[in-house]
């Protein structure tokens, strides 16, 4: 076992990078990443946000425009362990989290963690796997522990779900429960490459795959040390009022509005946007760019007229910045 899966959440205290430093490392994540994706810049940013926000990313696309090759990217520019669990309708929960197996020898059962046990776990299509069989991420993607029975085995440090959601073939899927969507601060789509992004790209992979030669550029300690940093960024209470009036905002006007934990997700997010402007306090600008990508993806609206994305632009546009 690596010395990052030894690491658990809470073990030690650690100084925070400055903010400048941590700026650079996101820059250099990103550009090395770039080595492979072609064309997704703001994607790679968003992702490198969630990662030191300490959230949880969801991709939904339809397949083949590069998701689970992005996550394998972020993965190997960091020096951590990738765990991937590949969803399928046949997927039970206890081969996501592990389980425990009796030893012939010492006459005692032992645990074999799961693939969750990882620094960064892939979740390859999740939406093919039953409701029963997604649940069992519930409590390792709140609490960063699973429960198995009756022990609570606590996860790597850090760690961060990126799942992927095949939107497509919706008869041989199923949807996600809502407390799950929920435990995603983030939720992107890719989309297809423009002409010149896939002209570059098919140029890249002709001959030999640019990820199978790309080396990390970080160390899990870095990634824990930026951590710190962005939760040092301060929040100051008219950012928070703000925060709150625009949640209260969906709630009014959607049939599901934004929960508090969407509204400590976005304070997150915005404190680690801040953190990529070399800043070390949180503006309303942050605030505003983070909040379609964390919130929309959790409002169930009204009226079959309006999509998450509306409820979320709307609410921009009615609450004031005091």
């Not at 081969?95 to 009796?102: A, C, I, L, P």
């Not at 140029?203 to 930026?226: K, S, W």
Request: proline residues 6%.
């Amino acid at each position: 076992m690596t010395d990052a899966e030894t690491t658990t959440h809470g073990a030690s205290e650690r100084t925070a990078l400055p903010v400048e430093e941590t700026a650079d490392l996101v820059s250099r994540i990103s550009d090395n990443v770039e080595r492979v994706i072609v064309g997704h810049t703001d994607a790679i940013e968003h992702i490198l946000i969630t990662l030191f926000a300490r959230g949880h990313l969801l991709l939904e696309d339809v397949p083949g425009v590069g998701k689970t090759m992005l996550a394998r990217s972020i993965a190997r520019s960091i020096d951590c362990s990738f765990k991937r669990v590949q969803f399928t309708p046949d997927l039970l929960p206890s081969d996501v989290t592990g389980v425990n197996v009796f030893d012939q020898k010492t006459r005692e059962f032992e645990f074999q963690p799961g693939p969750v046990f990882g620094n960064v776990v892939l979740g390859d299509e999740i939406n093919r796997a039953p409701p029963k069989t997604q649940s069992a991420l519930l409590e390792a993607m709140e609490e960063s522990q699973v429960t198995v029975d009756g022990t609570t085995h606590p996860l790597p440090n850090p760690f961060t779900v990126i799942a992927t959601q095949n939107d497509v073939e919706l008869s041989r899927t199923y949807e996600l429960p809502i407390a799950e969507i929920d435990r995603f601060m983030k939720k992107l789509r890719l989309g297809y490459p423009n002409h010149a992004d896939e002209t570059e790209m098919l140029g890249r992979v002709a001959n030999r795959h640019p990820i199978e030669t790309l080396e990390a550029v970080a160390t899990t300690e870095d990634v824990l040390r930026a951590r710190e940093t962005v939760s040092d960024v301060e929040v100051s209470e008219p950012i928070r009022s703000y925060v709150s009036k625009l949640a209260t905002y969906t709630r009014d006007n959607a049939e599901l509005g934004v929960s508090p934990r969407g509204s400590i997700a976005l304070v997150r997010a915005a404190q680690a946007r801040a953190v990529l402007d070399a800043r070390e306090y949180v503006v309303p600008d942050d605030v505003q760019t983070e909040l379609p990508s964390v919130w929309a993806h959790r409002i169930r609206p009204a009226t079959g007229s309006e999509t998450g994305e509306t409820v979320a632009q709307a609410a921009l546009e009615a609450v004031a910045v005091e």
